[in-house]
């Protein structure tokens, strides 16, 4: 089972990603507050996808369980999941932590 | 015998036979690696090709097909979108499955295999996606109602996912064939076939090379300026 720094670090390294194609001067700082949503997001959209594709790809790999992150159910929280790397963090925790 | 194919990884789906065994043939003659999605079994033998039993028209098979084309290559390059159904028929005696049949595995099909392929290729940052579709689009024959709505769905898919995938250096674009002989055209009545054909502006059947002269253009390196487009082959618009 992932626990949450686990969890975090994968998303983290999503992040990461992206700062690989980014420059010195865009580089996106990363920690739990880290807004991936909104309008004072760090990352524009088709970045966002990448950070998902990543991410459902990472914990998919280390858990064995398929998730998805873009389904019906996360866009209907009542806070969305992409507001920022906790919130991400906590939703990812939720779906493993069921059967 | 040029092999300008050679390093690229190519998946073509609805490879046992008609159109796709002729692309992915092609592909493999020129030098790319190639896998292939269908529902049988393998009918092309070569050290370069790897078939997966896929169902294109269920997205679980799909994704199922992509995790065991994962084991292989963590790298595509191409994506050519050929799987097909075809039923046709008047709309009032249409069997709605065979309709749904048709939308699964002619547009949905293609979208996934689309969506998964270019999870791939954002990492390379190199794509090529080709949807087969057909000139039935532009000629609306009887009894194609479904057929034609879902190869028109492809264009529309390929010029939507154009727009999206264009950072990632992966181009879209839509090839429409005309009347080539395989399997599936021989399902029509000859009749019907003889008066398409008539009706071309160049009126006589689609060959391979037609096809592949084509395919090598929207995919070839140089066509990294070519996105959103569809071409009809023999004169259709």
Request: proline content about 4%.
């Amino acid at each position: 089972m992932l626990d949450k720094n686990s969890v975090q670090e994968i998303i983290f390294q999503a992040l990461n990603n992206i700062n690989d194609e980014r420059g010195p001067d865009e580089q996106i700082e990363l920690g739990p507050e880290t807004r991936l949503f909104g309008t004072d997001a760090a990352l524009d959209s088709l970045s966002l996808v990448s950070v998902v594709v990543d991410v459902e790809e990472a914990v998919s790999g280390v858990s064995g369980r398929q998730i998805s992150l873009t389904n019906d159910r996360a866009m209907s929280q009542t806070v969305s999941p992409f507001s920022d790397v906790s919130t991400l963090t906590n939703y990812i925790l939720l779906l493993l932590s069921e059967a | 015998m040029t092999r300008h194919y050679e390093g690229k990884f190519a998946l073509v789906t609805g490879s046992r036979r008609g159109v796709g065994r002729l692309i992915a043939e092609h592909l493999l003659i020129h030098g790319a690696r190639v896998a292939g999605f269908a529902r049988g079994e393998s009918t092309i033998d070569h050290p370069d090709y790897a078939h997966f039993q896929v169902d294109i028209g269920d997205p679980e098979s799909v994704l199922a097909g992509f995790s065991a084309l994962r084991k292989i290559t963590d790298s595509v390059q191409i994506v050519v979108n050929n799987a097909a159904v075809l039923t046709s028929q008047y709309a009032m005696i249409m069997p709605p499955e065979a309709a749904q049949a048709m939308l699964n595995t002619n547009l949905l099909g293609a979208f996934m295999v689309s969506r998964e392929a270019s999870k791939m290729m954002r990492k390379t940052r190199w794509g090529r996606i080709v949807n087969i579709s057909s000139m039935a689009v532009s000629l609306e024959p009887v009894g194609d109602s479904v057929y034609a709505a879902s190869k028109a769905g492809l264009s529309t898919l390929a010029n939507v996912m154009a727009k999206e995938l264009a950072p990632l250096n992966v181009t879209c674009n839509t090839l429409a064939v005309s009347a080539i002989r395989t399997d599936m055209l021989a399902q029509l009545p000859q009749e019907k076939i003889a008066s398409v054909i008539a009706g071309l502006p160049i009126p006589r059947f689609a060959e391979p090379a037609d096809i592949f002269n084509a395919l090598d253009f929207f995919t070839s390196e140089s066509s990294s300026y070519i996105t959103a487009q569809t071409i009809y082959l023999g004169g259709v618009n």
